[in-house]
């Protein structure tokens, strides 16, 4: 799996295991809204998509970086046939 969602276990080392109390810490400290049943499904799943501003008002009011509870890992490099040691996802730029 490319991507480790760990927004549960983050939050649980800091005593929030709560998803009403995550919408509230979040609402007060930055004034964004978001819903009870949205926590819940960010606690409970690894979320499909997150929204910019999202990421942004959990980071703001838990005082965190993005990397504190999702890590992105690329896929291997699949190499390409017939071109020894060069990727297949390689572009070049100014074509």
């Not at 810490?25 to 009870?36: C, D, F, K, M």
């Not at 409970?44 to 910019?52: A, C, E, G, S, T």
Request: charged letters at 25%; glycine letters at 6%.
């Amino acid at each position: 799996m490319p991507v480790k969602w760990n927004l549960r276990e983050w939050l649980r080392e800091r005593g929030i295991t709560r998803a009403s109390h995550v919408s509230k810490i979040v609402r007060e400290r930055t004034g964004y809204a978001l819903s009870t049943q949205s926590v819940c499904e960010l606690l409970n799943d690894q979320p499909k998509m997150l929204r910019l501003e999202t990421s942004q008002a959990l980071c703001d009011a838990f005082y965190c970086r993005l990397s504190d509870f999702l890590e992105v890992v690329p896929h291997a490099v699949t190499r390409s046939k017939g071109k020894k040691g060069s990727p297949a996802c390689a572009y070049r730029f100014g074509r």
